[in-house]
């Protein structure tokens, strides 16, 4: 997982893990993705520590951490507070990142 830079920001698509770096939680959340990411060898998510980044905070009305946000078609479409699982964060996966799932992989 890369940190996000503001260019990336700008593009139409991406899914944006938001942490604090003391955050036990998330440090629960990040092992989550990233066991996904090593599954599927690839970059899937890209990480912001809201810490640096309070405007954005305040312009996409995040209310906690950790927060996974999800832009599609240049639209957030939905902001995860609740990992829960590695299986729930699938069920995201699959409606939003469907090509991760195809046989080219």
């Known amino acids: 997982m890369k940190e996000i830079t503001e260019e990336q920001l700008e593009k139409q698509d991406y899914l944006l893990y938001i942490y604090t770096p003391f955050c036990g939680t998330c440090n629960l959340a990040r092992s989550m993705l990233e066991k996904i990411e090593s599954v599927h060898k690839t970059e899937i ?10 405007d954005f905070m305040q312009e996409y009305k995040i209310e906690s ?41």
Request: net charge positive.
């Open 65 to 105: 951490v950790p927060c996974l946000l999800i832009k599609k078609n240049n639209i957030i479409q939905e902001k995860v507070y609740a990992f829960r699982s590695i299986p729930n964060i699938y069920s995201y996966l699959l409606t939003y990142q469907p090509e991760l799932f195809s046989e080219k992989q």
């Open 45 to 54: 998510f890209h990480k912001m520590n809201a810490s640096f980044y309070p």
